[in-house]
């Protein structure tokens, strides 16, 4: 009994140590913040409620317009899934935040933080009070200082109302008014950046001055800060790329695709700014080297003031969320090298090894399907150790990538027994032989025998034969010096580690049997003509989510239109729903309330699944590719089966001047008259509708209708594209036949 | 069999053959029935020796059962009626001096405008181009049209006392005249039909259409217009050609091109 409770201790202890280890992306809590449920409208009127009527016409009319743009635009971003709250991170840099604020109660109660899950290095501050800040920062800055400085000089851009100014004299400068009369496009440009300049030095200056230097953070980090600015387009790290990383008992990658001499980190301070919204660090470095001069007397200030425990601990979740920031915006190579440095220090995670084994089959995907370069940096802007990885994908063949990529793949399935890798090995098998038909060196044994059987002789030996023994020993030599070539081949090596597994080996002939089938029926279809293919899915039922209808005038939106039509597009699914008999739930982030954050979490997963789906992907051409958030998403995948997209663009054009012209031409004949006045009254008009539903648990599309019309977007053909979606969705295949 | 017969035979078949594609229709409707009016204009397009170019404009009333039969196209059978309103004031001859036959001229005009009513039965393919489903949206179609019209062909005569030679005993009163009905005549076309057109919807029931329509005659070896040889005879006030040219044409130029307006409805 007691050596049972010891094993159960001990298996207990083992279970809790693995999931320690395991990364839990990051995700919201608590209730939701009103910011995200009050509708954009609604903020909209309360802002437009404050402008002066006593102003002028263009004066209100611009104001207008910056709260109908700025209030649609930040929601977006709000419900987008991309903007956390309530997590540890939104929380920690609230207590800065709030720290910071601490002299202006005011302002406390006004200024909202969130973190937004993006790799770039930056912060921004809008009208509404709302602070963002990146991952991609809280992973870069060194101590909680520099963010204290960073959130300082983002506060003083509330302020002072940066935004709306620099918005009205954009729009001064773009109509030539008061002291932007008469100026050239190129003086305009320069006009537009130098406004922007002086703000951001305002707000340097001002966020020491009122902000930074009341508390009791560190001086010198504000410098330090322009450090972490300057080389903010480097990875979080410099560890020099190991060349064995990928070796093993049998298999040595050639240490010739490796560069051999780096390019230098040539960042410097005093770049030219005149085509920047912002100053260069050097001017910004002298401005505050000036204030501190002036100061009377110097404190040494602290670096932590919350807790040092729980930045590291933030940094630590930022850093492990920039691995998958980085799939998601399809930069693998970053991704990569991201995770090559995290798994240093944190080998055992299965999370980083789920993102470094996603990266290796992003690179064999993209260069099987489509082109590398898509998600690989060039490596003229590559500096530092990062550029070992771009080259090294570069260099290696496109077979080798995916040799490569499952045999990593399948090494964590084999110590972790997660499907996900599983998953991922298997699907680039099946590449591996669709692509490439070297599949005989894979069977080095036999290479290796027939090595074995052949012996050389000399010259005399040979003409001593006689004429069929010639023969037969020139054949044997043939075959020998081919294999010799072949023997030469590090990469037949590749998988012998592997094939000793019976399960590898049976999905290795399962994904080549499935490989030559397919090839074989893609022969047979391009020789027959192709069968016509009826869509009847025979679902029931099917999630869509977020629905949207987005009105355009000259490639322009108008928000407050997009609203109102969206709500005639949701009764329209509604009805034909009930018409098809087709269950639809609809996943909207404006239908939830405050306590609903797990329905939140669940629309923001998704949301971020299909961020990356249609970075991946194209309305038009959709290709075979798995999402790296698939893993994410298994647990939802039960309850929601069928996710769907559905939306409606449309877009009205002012007809060009050439068509103006050509009707007043055709007007001379007298009769074509109507014509000309409904071209000069009129606008053309575009509209695209679109559904797309997918099997979340492959991770896969399943039906796609995208149609693009040149006509209004009137109510019946918008019923016809839904009707004819929902139809073929539901209809039973054995329907399809009777019809 | 009569090749209407034969036609009604192969649009019904066509019409209730199982389709082998998916039918979406409109929220789940595919049958559409409708009227259409087709307007073309008076203009007689071929030459006819005579000042006889210019009719009232005449209309096609059309009754139509539409069914779509696959996810962009459906078949249309036409049930169609054409009124030709001919004015008989067109063929009094051009070379006569009408002043000096008032009678004659008298007893032609006061004589009502001729009605001739042809029956046109058409069977069509409609194919709703893509982005559209049927049965709305742009569409062309292309078929076959049939045209029936029986008339009596008409004369004038002189009463038995009068003689009609103009130099020596001209008719003196109207009732020496006497509208004589002579043979039944019959004009049977068929046509190849093309057209284009766009249709639209209200309140998810009511569809218009509006498009043109045109249609080649097919070349037919013999031809039922019995006294096609006429000759044209300046001698007499009444030109007996141009009529019945004029009622030859004004059958086929309704046809040869038209526009077409219609109201229809969804019913399942």
Known sequence: ?739 | MKITTYIMIISFVLFFVPSKSQITGYMGKTFEISYTNQISSGIILPKIETSAFFNKPSDINSFRLEKAISKHSSLLINFGILNNQISKNNFINCNYDINLNKVYYDAITNKNDLIVRSKIFSIKHIVYIKGWNTPLGLYFSYGLSAIFTNYNNFDFELNENCNDNYYYSSPSNISDIKNVTKDNININKTFVDFSMGKKWILTNFITFHLGFNTSLTLPKPNNNVTNKTTTCDSYYLFDKTSYQKTIRYSVSNPMFFNIEAGIGFLIF
């Open chain 1, 1 to 739: 009994m007691r050596l049972f409770f010891f094993i159960f201790i001990l298996f207990h202890i083992n279970l809790s140590l693995s999931s320690q280890n395991d990364y839990v992306p990051l995700k919201c809590k608590g209730t939701i913040p009103s910011d995200f449920l009050t509708s954009s409208k609604e903020k909209y009127l309360q802002d437009k409620s404050k402008i002066n009527k006593n102003e002028r016409n263009r004066i209100r009319k611009n104001k207008n317009d910056f709260y109908i743009y700025t209030n649609y635009k930040i929601d977006f971003l709000l419900r987008s899934g991309m903007v956390l709250f309530g997590d540890e991170t939104t929380k920690y840099v609230n207590s800065v935040g709030q720290y910071v604020l601490n002299n202006y109660p005011d302002l406390k109660d006004k200024i909202r933080f969130y973190v937004v899950k993006s790799p770039e290095v930056n912060a921004f501050s809008t009208y509404q009070g709302i602070i963002f800040v990146n991952l991609g920062l809280l992973a870069q800055v060194e101590n909680e200082a520099q963010l204290a400085y960073i959130l300082s000089h983002e506060i003083i851009h509330y302020k002072n109302e940066h935004i709306i100014k620099s918005y009205l004299n954009t729009k001064d400068i773009i109509s030539g008014r008061g002291k932007y009369n008469n100026l050239s496009l190129n003086q305009d440009k320069r006009a537009y950046f130098n406004y922007s300049k002086t703000q951001e030095m305002e707000a340097d200056s001002q966020g020491l001055k009122d902000f930074y230097l009341k508390t009791d953070y560190d001086i010198n980090e504000v410098l330090n800060v322009f450090d972490v600015l300057l080389y903010s387009y480097l990875p979080i790290d410099e560890i020099p790329f190991d060349t064995t990383y990928f070796n093993d008992k049998y298999f040595i990658l050639p240490t010739k695709r490796f560069k051999k001499k780096l390019s230098q980190i040539s960042a410097i301070e005093d770049y030219d700014d005149t085509k920047s919204t912002h100053p260069n660090i050097k001017k910004r470095r002298t401005k505050i080297y000036d204030i501190i001069a002036d100061l009377d007397n110097i404190k040494k200030g602290k670096k932590y003031i919350i807790s040092e425990q729980k930045f590291k601990d933030v940094q630590k979740k930022a850093r492990f969320e920039m691995s998958q920031l980085y799939l998601t915006n399809t930069q693998y190579d970053k991704s990569f090298y991201n995770t090559y440095i995290l798994l240093q220090k944190y080998p055992n995670s299965i999370y980083l090894k789920k993102k470094m084994a996603y990266a290796l089959y992003g690179f064999s995907k993209y260069s099987n399907y489509k082109n590398l370069s898509d998600v690989i940096t060039s490596e003229r802007k590559c500096e530092g150790e990062i550029q070992q990885i771009p080259h090294l994908f570069r260099k290696l063949k496109r077979i080798n990538k995916t040799e490569l990529a499952i045999k990593y793949a399948w090494q964590q399935y084999e110590k972790t027994n997660d499907n996900y890798f599983k998953t991922l090995a298997t699907d680039l098998m099946y590449d591996l032989f669709k692509f490439d038909s070297k599949t005989s060196s894979y069977f080095i044994k036999i290479i290796k025998a027939q090595k074995d059987t052949f012996k050389e002789i000399s010259q005399e030996e040979y003409l001593k034969l006689s004429k069929y023994q010639k023969i037969k020993y020139d054949k044997q030599k043939n075959i020998y010096s081919k294999n010799k070539d072949k023997s030469n081949d590090v990469w037949q090596y590749v998988f012998v580690t592997q094939r000793k597994n019976d399960e590898f080996n049976k999905e290795f002939i399962a994904a080549y049997n499935k490989a030559t089938k397919d090839k074989a029926d893609e022969e047979e279809i391009y020789t027959r003509k192709k069968k016509k293919k009826y869509i009847a899915l025979a679902i029931d039922t099917i999630t869509i989510i977020n629905p949207s209808y987005d009105v355009y005038t000259d490639d322009k939106k108008d928000y407050l239109k997009s609203d109102k039509y969206k709500n005639i597009f949701i009764n329209a699914i509604n009805k034909n729903a009930q018409r098809t008999k087709l269950t639809i739930e609809q996943l909207d982030i404006n239908k939830l309330d405050a306590s609903q954050v797990d329905k939140f979490n669940q629309i923001s997963t998704f949301n971020y699944w299909l961020y990356e789906y249609f970075n991946q992907q194209n309305y038009d051409d959709i290709w075979n590719i798995i999402p790296s958030q698939q893993d994410n998403i298994k647990n939802l995948t039960k309850e929601y089966k069928h996710l769907a997209i559905t939306g409606v663009i449309t877009n009205d054009y002012t007809r060009s001047n050439g068509v103006k012209t050509g009707s007043i031409f055709l007007s001379l004949l007298i009769i074509p008259i109507p014509y000309a006045i409904y071209v000069f009254t009129t606008k053309s008009h575009y509209t695209s509708y679109y559904i797309i539903l997918f099997d979340m648990q492959k991770g896969k599309y399943l039906y796609k209708k995208v149609n693009h019309l040149k006509t209004n977007d009137y109510k019946y053909i918008l019923n016809l594209n839904i009707y004819d979606a929902f139809y073929k969705i539901k209809l039973k295949p054995k329907d399809s036949k009777k019809s």
